[in-house]
């Protein structure tokens, strides 16, 4: 299996826009618009119309960023709990279970959070007493 390169236009698309709002340039860019918009304050006598252009145009751009970013985190955390997966799937001893351990249901992901809570908490008492904190205890 070899991954490829997004073919949507949109993911393509998503995924440069949030590369580039991410960069400085972006943010001097931003910065340039707000100081021309005060700029000109003066030339509109600071008139409702003027506040509306600002209010209006960053509106626009956060309305429409909020999706690009969310689609570019939603990528991103897919990304990651693959890698996460398959790091679980080739290391010996790790429990397969955990496997898309993030499409289990809040009540279950309370329980075996609670069951290496429990082993960190053994985990730390074995620090204090002068012993190892290592290996691969069974999770009871």
């Avoid at 119309?49 to 970013?69: A, D, E, K, R, Y």
């Avoid at 693959?82 to 809040?106: I, M, P, Q, Y």
């Amino acid at each position: 299996m070899r991954p490829t390169k997004p073919t949507s236009w949109f993911a393509r698309f998503a995924k440069a826009t949030a590369r580039v709002a991410g960069r400085p340039r972006a943010f001097l860019l931003a910065v340039v618009v707000v100081a021309g918009w005060l700029l000109t304050g003066p030339t509109f006598g600071f008139s409702d119309t003027w506040q509306l252009v600002i209010n209006t145009g960053t509106t626009i751009v956060t309305f429409l960023m909020v999706f690009l970013i969310q689609n570019s985190q939603n990528r991103d955390a897919e990304a990651v709990q693959v890698k996460l997966d398959e790091l679980l799937r080739v290391t010996a001893g790790a429990h397969n279970a955990l496997l898309d351990l993030e499409e289990l249901e809040e009540r279950d992901l309370d329980m075996i959070r609670a069951g290496y809570a429990r082993l960190a908490g053994q985990a730390r008492a074995d620090l204090r007493l002068g012993r190892a904190d290592t290996g691969v205890p069974d999770l009871g």
